[in-house]
């Protein structure tokens, strides 16, 4: 069973800073890591995979990859209102079961 | 939009009883997973189904059971209804072929059990 753990939120930042959220897991087999959002009341929509280590930018998220040290991460450049949400950090090794964290919840102040 | 569906959107059922649930995947994807998230937490991996077979199955008992159809809509059916067994059951699809394993959910049916 792989286990991910997500830093505990809430997380509060100011419109226009970055927000850093950051997830390990437990399983060294783990082969692709996806970030998915998930507004209240609503069902996780993926915005972020990667599976090489080193980073990889969609706009204005970044993910981060270090399967060294197990670590995955997501930067949210130039926050917007709109980012408020909570993330979800998801694993999987050589199949399509995904291992999720419990969330971390986002609030963007304007 | 992911082009995932999902029926019923909300469901209230009653301790005991049986309830079945619907996915149609998005077009081309023949892998269907299902999942439950309870609130305030990361959804828990149900099952999985490739080609009309089980193919894994996470941590939960025997009266929670699938299908898969030719045509890749997939059921899910929670017998002996239990209060625990309230959340959001979601459906996610993926494509054929793709080693990231992307996965892209349905909007989810909100079952209550009283």
């Given amino acids: 069973q792989k286990e991910v753990e997500q830093n505990s939120g809430p997380l509060s930042v100011p419109e226009g800073a970055i927000a850093s ?8 087999g783990s082969q692709s890591f996806f970030w998915y959002r998930q507004y209240s009341g609503k069902s996780p929509e993926l915005i972020m995979f990667i599976y090489s280590n080193g980073d990889k930018e969609d706009g204005r998220f970044t993910a981060q990859l270090n399967k060294a040290s197990q670590y995955v991460s997501l930067l949210i450049r130039d926050s917007q209102p709109s980012d408020s949400a909570t993330y979800l950090c998801a ?3 050589d199949d399509y079961k995904l291992s999720f ?5 986002v609030t963007v102040r304007a | 939009e992911t082009g995932v569906t999902q029926s019923p959107t909300h469901l209230i059922k009653t301790r005991g009883q049986q309830v079945t649930l619907r996915c149609s995947s998005q077009s081309g994807h023949n892998t269907v997973s299902w999942y439950q998230q309870a609130l305030g937490q990361g959804p828990q991996f ?3 189904y490739y080609r009309e077979e089980e193919n894994g199955r996470g941590n ?7 299908l ?5 809509s997939s059921e899910l059916n929670v017998n002996a209804l239990e209060l625990d067994d309230s959340a959001l059951y979601l459906c996610a699809s993926s494509p054929p072929g793709d080693p990231a394993g992307e996965q892209y959910f349905g909007p989810g049916t909100r079952l209550t059990v009283t």
């Fill in chain 2, 46 to 48: 149900i099952f999985q």
């Fill in chain 1, 21 to 28: 959220l950051n997830c390990t897991y437990s399983d060294r």
């Fill in chain 2, 68 to 72: 898969q159809f030719p045509n890749y």
């Fill in chain 2, 60 to 66: 939960f008992p025997p009266r929670f059971s699938g």
């Fill in chain 1, 101 to 105: 964290g419990a969330g971390t919840t």
């Fill in chain 1, 91 to 93: 694993v999987n090794g």
